[in-house]
């Protein structure tokens, strides 16, 4: 099992602005995915994040929009850069998920952009 | 092109009833199927899994099916509780290592007592 601490639980920023969120795995782990979640919709993936080289990322979303850290195994920061209400939405880290195994996530950052 | 959907949004049951719910996928060869609960302000929470040469699973009041040839699963929980408000969501585990889940978006079981 792991457990993922992930902050900020919420924010309230100005459009313009970035955030950055971090998730903090309790063990060692080669991926994490960062997912984003819009009212009323699934879970989306925006990039996996692989320690050691650049974050993946799904289409529809760019490094420069989204750049990802991943400086060890433990440790992960999404940003949201040059926001817009667009944006307002839950953020979730995970890992775990795939070949038959469970995936654990951190509780969620909700995001609004004014 | 590839979708996965749970067919209701939303599902009202009184207590004591079974909860009944479905998910459907198109263009994807699943080689697991998971299902999560989702409480508001947290993020989804492993509950079972099954295997695509697996037909049913079970877990306490909980039992998923897995039917291949209609690219569904079933997920039933039997004997409702308010308490088993929340939101479900399915997710499509391709099979292979570091590769996402895919999730639907979600059922919203509201069980009234």
């Known amino acids: 099992s792991a457990v993922i601490s992930q902050k900020p639980s919420r924010d309230i920023c100005q459009r313009g602005t970035s955030l950055t969120i971090q998730c903090q795995v309790d063990?060692?782990?080669?991926?994490m995915f960062w997912y984003r979640q819009q009212p009323g919709q699934s879970l989306t993936l925006i990039a996996t994040?692989?320690?050691?080289?650049?974050?993946?990322?799904e289409s529809g979303f760019v490094i420069d929009k989204f750049p990802i850290s991943r400086p060890n195994l433990t440790f992960s920061t999404l940003t949201v850069s040059n926001m817009s209400p667009e944006d307002s939405s839950i953020y979730l880290c995970?890992?775990?998920?795939?070949?038959?195994?469970?995936?654990?996530f951190g509780q969620g950052t909700r995001l609004t952009v004014v | 092109s590839q979708k996965i959907e749970q067919n209701s949004e939303a599902l009202n049951i009184q207590e004591g009833k079974t909860a009944t719910l479905t998910c459907n996928y198109t263009?994807?060869?699943?080689?697991?199927l998971q299902w999560y609960r989702q409480d508001p302000g947290r993020g989804p929470v492993f509950l079972l899994l099954?295997?695509?040469?697996?037909k049913e699973k079970r877990k306490e009041r909980l039992k998923v099916t897995f039917d291949t040839t209609l690219k569904q699963s079933l997920f039933h929980i039997t004997a409702s509780q308010p308490a088993d408000s929340a939101t479900y969501l399915c997710?499509?585990?391709?099979?292979?290592?570091?590769?996402?889940?895919?999730f639907g978006k979600g059922t919203t079981l509201s069980v009234s007592s």
């Open positions: 995970s890992v775990g998920g795939g070949l038959n195994t469970e995936a654990f």
């Open positions: 063990s060692q782990v080669t991926m």
């Open positions: 994040a692989n320690q050691g080289s650049e974050a993946t990322y």
């Open positions: 263009n994807y060869s699943p080689a697991y």
């Open positions: 099954i295997r695509e040469n697996e």
């Open positions: 997710a499509l585990d391709v099979g292979q290592a570091g590769t996402a889940l895919i």
